[in-house]
């Protein structure tokens, strides 16, 4: 918005006097609507756009016409306004209308500050500006803004101000001296008041007489002219006091140019004035590049030299209220020294394309002329962009002339034929295993020739004619031998050449496949030593000498070099047994007796393998492995019950049970094998190396003399390594597209296995009851490794509610997983995946409620009480097992845990509390 729709001239803030302030009141509301009074310029430059390219010139009238009438907000406006007020040339009616802000309580913009107000008003009065004397005068009659209240000082300023025929200020002092009671003093000033608006009204369209008539209310200061002459008042005698001075003013103004055009370099120009007038005055509106200097009868302007586009400026030329008409200065653009381009000559594809061209020169315009036909040209700014077309013939030179000013060059465009043959020196070449250079010779009759398609494992490096390849040494494990169709090319002629390189030795011929799963079966046997004899033993004492298991698991054999590699992996192991019939020592009955155990076992085995074919190879192993007992328990059953009479859940470490009884234990393994494609057979066999039994008497050590296991290898997509020879991680997923983190909410089951002697049962809570069910809700985060190897855990609250008749039980717990996941990659969106691991509890509270005889009985912590029957140790241990399913963001799991601490307080009972089913739903987020 303008600032000239906002201004709001506060004279009446100025003066304290009650008919003051109603004079002045009115007549704000009359000069508010027009600008004839403010003494505003001209503004005479075309549109905003041309008011706007002015101001940022440094021309301070357009500053100000810019602000008044072009501003895109009131801020723009205040800024323009601030400018030119400030400008060198004290422009003064900015300054009077930066006053006037100042002067106002409420505008929105500034602050009022009557200091600040006099301050511009003051500058802007002393310049001879009517309005700003009017607002001064006012100033120096109340006192304000740190004026010194001097009545005599207002009333010379009023008079300066009306005496420039400024409405306002005549209509103030008739004010002042009708307060007076001076009534002949303030007839004079009405009249002077009235003939200035006659004269104005003279101005004014005919159709718009009558809407200027009752704008200044000229209806009712006629009236008030009759009035006081009809009551006998009269001016006669004191004109004097209204009159400006004796002094003739100035009839006429005229310059003998109304126009002068400058060329770019600049120069002088007298202007001649002629004016019945003793003094005028010049401005220009753009004192930065025209500067005018004043004399006796004409003035100087002088132009200085134009390195940019066309500009123009007015000259402004009065003297006492007459002005002259404006003149023009116009100055042509910039006319150039020089002129040449970059680069220059070109040289453009036979096939043709693009270039862009930068044109170098003073001019402010220049242009292009004489293009050859086979190119297409297009300017911007000062850049020339050529479009050649496809050179089917000859080899062809064209010129294009640039031009600025007086000043012209020629681009020389250089377009050459195209190749019709390329040739390399050698069609193949064959690298060793350890790499080492070739150089190949190219011969084309194109301009140039370029290469392509080459490899990682090879660097190029193009010199005159030749190619020189450097290969680097074939060092991977699964590279086998590499190959690659490198291209040379000339315009659209190419030529292949073939490079291929040994693989290292013993490098696998096809995919190495280095992960599968495997099933095999496993024999057992304890070696027991003593001071006498050396037995081997099985479970029993029935003259089998192992104890036969199967095993199941993860199987890793990644190769490193010249066929050496490694043998691990994860696998768990369950061994069981079953004796003939003992009688019993009073001989009243028989039992059998049935023993079955739980481990894990780790193998650590260097491999060596031999890749025969690409589909088959035949290996051996040797090395170190561990098992660790996850449990082992025996039980002893008469023929005629389902139920044993005797059982003993944990064998190890009890020495009297008479079987090897510590759970870890170390072997020296060995073995051999062979490999169809993704099929692979194990054989081995594995020796104990540590004493595994807890008698001081007798040393135990465990074997193994036969594992044998079938595996099926997982194959991947080798192929980006055909292309790129780069080894593709095993069993990869796209990790941008992979879901760690995510919200798990679970079934869960609680149970406890009590042990006391000969007795042991699986319970909940009641005695119809096997499990407590219960419900979790968490946070599971699973990040992946390599291979398919990665972490599953999280942060899960657990709660359990139990009800039996007049009973209710409810616990809750914090439960944290560490557990090692393998996940098999089925596609981008389905995957299945294997756990196991660790766990463990933070029970948060226990509590029991009954209600019996209408009283209600509850004990809120169960923990740590063994008169309650109840398994109350706060903290709990698990290894757990599981596997699910996940299809995009959704996954399902099913798991089981087995207690590794006991949670009894009880002496008299062994428990671990175990979780029999665990079943999941989970959201996976990225």
């Known amino acids: 918005m303008p600032l000239q729709n906002i201004r709001v001239l506060r004279l009446a803030g100025l003066s304290k006097s009650k008919n003051m302030k109603k004079i002045i009141s009115i007549l704000l509301i009359l000069c ?22 002015s101001a940022d010139m440094g021309n301070a009238e357009a500053m100000f016409c810019y602000a008044m009438f072009c501003a895109q907000s009131p801020e723009e406006g205040l800024s323009y306004i601030r400018k030119s007020a400030n400008h060198p040339k004290n422009y003064a009616p900015a300054q009077c209308y930066l006053g006037n802000l100042y002067a106002t309580e409420e505008n929105g913009l500034v602050s009022f500050d009557p200091y600040e107000a006099v301050k511009w008003f003051k500058k802007s009065a002393e310049q001879g500006f009517a309005e700003a004397q009017l607002y ?26 009306a005496n420039q025929d400024y409405f306002p200020a005549a209509l103030t002092l008739s004010g002042y001296y009708l307060e007076q009671g001076d009534n002949n003093t303030a007839l004079c000033w009405f009249e002077k008041a009235n003939t200035i608006a006659d004269t104005n009204r003279k101005n004014v369209p005919k159709e718009h007489q009558a809407e200027f008539d009752k704008q200044f209310n000229l209806a009712e200061l006629k009236s008030k002219i009759k009035e006081m002459k009809a009551s006998g008042y009269s001016c006669s005698g004191i004109s004097r006091q209204v009159e400006p001075s004796k002094e003739s003013k100035a009839t006429y103004i005229r310059t003998n140019i109304s126009q002068k055009t400058f060329d770019s370099k600049g120069g002088t ?52 209220n007459k002005t002259a008409p404006p003149v023009l200065i116009e100055q042509t653009e910039a006319v150039a020294t020089y002129i040449r381009s970059n680069p220059n000559p070109i040289k453009i594809n036979a096939l043709g394309g693009k270039m862009d061209i930068s044109i170098i020169t003073d001019g402010y315009a220049w242009s292009y002329s004489d293009v050859p036909s086979w190119l297409t040209v297009s300017k911007s700014g000062k850049t020339l962009s050529l479009t050649a077309q496809n050179n089917s013939g000859n080899a062809r030179n064209g010129n294009i002339t640039i031009s600025s000013g007086n000043y012209s060059s020629s681009i020389n465009i250089l377009q050459p034929q195209q190749a019709t043959y390329i040739k390399a020196g050698k069609s193949s070449i064959r690298f060793s295993t350890g790499g080492n250079s070739e150089t190949v010779s190219v011969e084309t009759d194109g301009e140039d020739w370029t290469y392509s398609n080459i490899p990682s494992w090879i660097t190029a490096k193009k010199d005159g004619k030749y190619l020189t390849l450097k290969c680097s040494e074939n060092t991977g494990q699964y590279s086998g031998k ?65 104890v036969d298991g ?113 759970p870890l234990n170390a072997s020296f393994d060995f073995g051999t094998g062979i490999r169809f494609d993704g099929l692979q057979l194990n054989i081995g066999t594995s ?79 009641w005695e119809d009851s096997k499990s407590v069910p219960g419900f979790r809700i968490g946070y599971v985060y699973q990040p992946q490794f390599i291979y398919g190897f990665g972490l599953r855990t999280g942060l899960n609250l657990d709660t359990y509610i139990s009800v039996s008749d007049d009973w209710l039980f409810s616990e809750m717990a ?50 740590g009480k063994a008169d309650w029957g109840y398994p109350t140790e706060r903290f709990n241990a698990y290894i757990d097992l599981g596997g699910g399913i996940r299809f995009k963001n959704l996954q399902f799991n099913i798991g089981t845990s087995r207690g590794l601490s006991e949670v009894s307080v009880d002496n008299g009972w062994k428990v671990r509390q175990n979780r029999n089913l665990n079943l999941g739903i989970s959201w996976m987020f990225f």
């Open 32 to 53: 508010a609507s027009t600008a004839i009074w403010a003494q505003q310029p001209a503004c005479n430059f075309g549109d905003c756009s041309g008011a706007k390219r």
């Open 136 to 161: 001064l005068g006012n100033g120096y009659m109340n006192g304000l803004g740190g004026l010194s209240k001097n009545i005599n000082l207002a009333i010379e300023w009023w008079k300066k101000s």
């Open 269 to 320: 120009q007298d202007i001649t004035i002629s004016s019945d007038g003793k003094t005028y005055n010049v401005v220009s509106n753009s004192p930065e590049w025209c500067s005018v200097e004043t004399k006796s009868g004409f003035f100087t302007v002088t132009c200085k030299q134009n390195y940019g586009a066309y500009r123009s400026a007015t000259l402004t030329v009065t003297a006492d």
């Open 550 to 662: 199967i095993q199941a698991g993860v199987r890793f054999e990644p190769l490193f070099k010249y066929g050496l590699g490694l043998n691990t992996g994860l696998f768990y192991e369950y061994y069981f047994a079953k004796s003939g019939e003992y009688a019993g020592t009073d001989g009243d009955y028989n039992y059998t007796m049935n023993f079955a155990e739980h481990s894990l076992y780790l193998p650590l085995h260097l491999e060596y393998r031999a890749n025969i074919s690409e589909n088959f190879s035949a290996f051996a192993y040797v090395g170190a492995s561990f098992d660790y007992g996850l449990g082992a328990k025996l039980t002893a059953t008469e023929p005629t019950e389902k139920e044993p009479f005797y059982t003993e859940t944990n064998i190890y470490k009890n020495s009297e049970i008479g079987f090897p009884n510590k």
């Open 814 to 863: 914090i439960n944290v997983p560490l557990h090692a996941e393998y996940r098999l990659h089925l596609s981008d969106k389905f995957s299945i995946f294997f756990e196991a691991g660790p766990s463990f509890d933070l029970g948060l509270f226990a509590e029991m409620e009954t209600s019996s005889g209408g009283e209600k009985y509850t004990e809120s912590d169960l923990y």
């Open 482 to 546: 590499r190959d690659a169709s490198l291209t040379v090319k000339s315009d659209n002629k190419t030529a292949a050449v073939y490079v291929s390189q040994s693989a290292p030795f013993n490098a696998p011929k096809g995919d190495p496949r280095p992960l599968g799963l495997s099933v095999g079966y496993v024999q057992k046997q304890w070696n027991w030593k003593t001071a006498e004899s050396t037995t081997k033993y099985g479970a029993f004492d029935d003259g089998k000498n192992y």
């Open 687 to 765: 020796r104990g190396l540590m004493n595994i039994s807890t008698n001081p008497n007798i040393r135990i050590k465990q074997n193994k003399p036969i594992m044998v296991s079938l595996s099926w290898m997982i194959p991947y997509d080798n192929t980006n390594y055909d292309k790129n020879y780069n080894t593709i991680p095993i069993n990869s997923i796209d990790k941008s597209n992979y879901r760690t983190h995510g919200m798990v909410f679970e079934y869960i089951s609680k149970q406890w296995e009590w042990v006391q002697d000969n007795y042991m049962g699986k319970y909940g809570l």
